[in-house]
């Protein structure tokens, strides 16, 4: 089993659309949660972290967390073109000083 | 402030040939990571540095594949000989030193590496 998991893309939602992105962890000893987007070509860029169960918004984005279910999703509000990217999700074990484990990512297009 | 640097940006070299990447990570921050991203995947980390010191190296081929951090500033990472699996982008990242909980890594542009 992977450490994570992705929603399987990709995912293609209109403009002005919410889009969800979602992912999976195995090591209920997880403690931190990224969401990084990387462009085509580029490399991966921090979006946002959430450490505690429930919500966490910043702008047009919103983490959501769900240890009990090993859950950890991402909904990008008013999606737009720009927002067309892969997404990756990361876990951080705590125990091992600060290792990312990353998903394969969801590649999400916004068509205008 | 200025990002996590890497050179080079591109690489192609035949297999069995020696390569060597380097990374300047975020001034001040003690903890620099190397991760191999195959096409289609998500960063592998292999290897993870803090300040000058290695604390986890455990996804590293060591048979072919070596970094160090001299000075706890800059990294290299050489791969020899280089195999065609090798084939990938090498991402470097830097955070602040790790004390437990959290941490945010930040990445560099990385170096696409061709092994033909």
């Known amino acids: 089993q992977k450490e994570v998991e992705q929603n399987s893309g990709p995912l293609s939602v209109p403009e002005g659309a919410i889009a969800s992105l979602n992912c999976t962890y195995s090591d209920r000893g997880s403690q931190s949660f990224f969401w990084y987007r990387q462009y085509s070509g580029k490399s991966p860029e921090l979006i946002m972290f959430?450490?505690?169960?429930g919500d966490k918004e910043d702008g047009r984005f919103t983490a959501q967390l769900n240890k009990a279910s090993q859950y950890v999703s991402l909904l990008i509000r008013d999606s737009q073109p720009s927002d067309s990217a892969t997404y990756l999700c990361?876990?951080?074990?705590?125990?091992?000083?600060?290792?990312?484990?990353f998903g394969r990512g969801t590649q999400l297009t916004v068509w205008p | 402030e200025a990002g996590v640097a890497q050179s080079p940006r591109y690489k192609i070299i035949e297999k069995r040939q020696s390569v060597a990447f380097w990374c300047n990570p975020i001034s001040g921050h003690a903890t620099l990571y190397w991760y191999q991203q195959i096409l289609g995947q998500g960063p592998k980390l292999l290897i993870q540095?803090?300040?000058?010191?290695?604390?986890?190296d455990s996804q590293l081929p060591k048979d072919r594949f070596s970094a160090e951090r001299l000075k706890g500033v800059d990294s290299t990472l050489k791969i020899q000989p280089a195999k065609l699996e090798d084939s990938a982008v090498y991402l470097c990242?830097?955070?602040?030193?790790?004390?437990?909980?959290?941490?945010?890594?930040?990445f560099g542009p990385g170096t696409r590496l061709t092994v033909l």
């Open positions: 959430i450490y505690s169960n």
């Open positions: 540095f803090q300040n000058n010191g290695v604390v986890d």
């Open positions: 990242a830097s955070s602040l030193e790790f004390q437990g909980g959290h941490n945010e890594q930040f």
């Open positions: 990361a876990c951080n074990r705590g125990s091992t000083l600060g290792r990312l484990y």
